[in-house]
């Protein structure tokens, strides 16, 4: 009766003071992402795999609920706990990635799994990139050190990161990392010519290696078949492409699309092809408009923090939220070559999943209203 009790006074003083507004868009997302699960799955499971239709589905389930034990504890922690875990996490989570090139399962070519206990292929950077943007905020926030140094201290600090990703290969993820940390830089105050010049000179290293080192040639593959769609290497992108023309503004019905049985990971990789061929575009509009309202209102809460540290740490996360949107939709609808990159919280994968609910935990922590101050 006592810890029940005690469980009691812990949910209502977590539900008291975290945004609702925000908790609903989250559990939403959550709620479409399992369902889109179910319907994207079931016939790839009980045709391809020979398995029970439903496997993706509760696996799926199986995350969700994880990622919501995640997103209660983080959102609950003290502030100063938050931070200390965080830097913990952070390492632990570099580590994992350091074991990738060592330990890490290959698929397709690309080395970015490694097998953790219930996580046949676990992928580290997912639950990195949240704990990342939340060192880089305490390093450009602290008062102890001239400002360049911390600049330059962070860039040291996603150097390895940068490196550990390339030697997968993983640009998709590469790139977000660096634009993530340009973001917060930028809105730290850096001087624009001194941010210009860097990001240009980051950016030639990258395309350096892209271009020049045959380790990623296959970036260059996928660049010259997106600017050459008669290449014949796009079949993915082709066929992503045909399901968002094929369902029309209201889709072809639940159930009836095509997609998700000739492309493979369509479920994780093409989840918005998928979807806009089932649901139709109107979905997809739906769907990215809640995705603006969220962001719209995560950013409102800036204006009634008074801490940096808080501040830069939202709008990191907030800006990897946005550009791993931008980046999945826009490989759907042929704007960008395919990255193999997740939909936030929608598309299936243990990793992915863990690693939104961290994000979410981490905002929802830092926009309670005992620490909106």
């Given at each position: 009766?006592?810890?029940i ?23 939403i997302?959550?709620i ?13 499971a ?5 398995t ?33 875990i ?12 350091i ?13 970015r799994?490694i ?29 102890k ?19 550990l990703?390339?030697s ?18 930028f809105v ?15 950016l ?5 290696l892209?271009?020049?080192?045959p ?10 078949s ?33 997609l ?21 575009a109107?979905m ?6 809640m ?6 209102h995560?950013?409102?809460k ?8 808080k501040?830069?740490?939202i ?6 939220i ?30 992915s999943i ?6 979410s ?13």
């Amino acid at each position: 009766m006592k810890n029940i009790n005690v469980f009691k006074y812990l949910y209502f003083n977590w539900w008291r003071n975290i945004d609702k507004i925000l908790f609903s868009l989250i559990l939403i997302f959550f709620i479409l992402g399992l369902f889109f699960s179910l319907v994207s799955t079931s016939l790839v499971a009980s045709d391809r795999l020979n398995t029970n239709s439903y496997l993706f589905f509760f696996k799926h389930l199986i995350f969700i609920s994880i990622g919501f034990t995640i997103i209660f504890f983080i959102s609950y922690l003290d502030q100063n706990k938050l931070l200390l875990i965080s830097k913990i996490l952070f390492l632990i989570c570099l580590f994992a990635l350091i074991l990738v090139p060592i330990f890490g399962t290959e698929v397709k070519g690309s080395k970015r799994w490694i097998e953790i206990l219930f996580l046949p292929r676990f992928q580290p950077i997912e639950v990195l990139k949240p704990f990342t943007i939340v060192i880089i905020a305490i390093i450009l926030s602290s008062e102890k050190n001239n400002l360049y140094f911390k600049y330059l201290f962070s860039f040291l600090l996603i150097v390895p990161i940068i490196f550990l990703l390339i030697s997968q290969p993983d640009i998709g993820q590469t790139l977000l990392i660096f634009f993530s940390w340009l973001a917060l830089i930028f809105v730290s105050g850096i001087n624009l010519l001194l941010f210009f010049l860097f990001s240009g000179f980051v950016l030639s290293i990258i395309f350096y290696l892209i271009f020049f080192v045959p380790k990623f040639e296959y970036v260059l593959i996928r660049i010259l078949s997106f600017l050459n769609p008669s290449s014949g290497n796009n079949y993915q992108s082709e066929k992503a492409a045909e399901a968002i023309i094929n369902g029309g503004f209201f889709g072809k019905g639940i159930g009836e699309g095509v997609l998700k049985n000739n492309v493979p990971e369509a479920h994780t990789d093409y989840i918005v092809s998928v979807i806009s061929e089932e649901f139709g575009a109107v979905m997809i509009f739906v769907i990215l408009l809640m995705f603006l309202y969220f962001l719209y209102h995560l950013y409102k809460k800036l204006y009634q923090l008074n801490d940096d540290k808080k501040k830069l740490i939202i709008v990191g996360l907030g800006f990897l939220i946005l550009l791993q949107f931008l980046i999945h939709v826009g490989v759907n609808i042929r704007m960008f070559p395919t990255t193999g990159m997740t939909l936030p919280f929608i598309s299936y994968g243990g990793s992915s999943i863990i690693g939104s609910s961290i994000i979410s935990g981490i905002i929802l922590n830092l926009t309670k209203k005992n620490n909106l101050i």
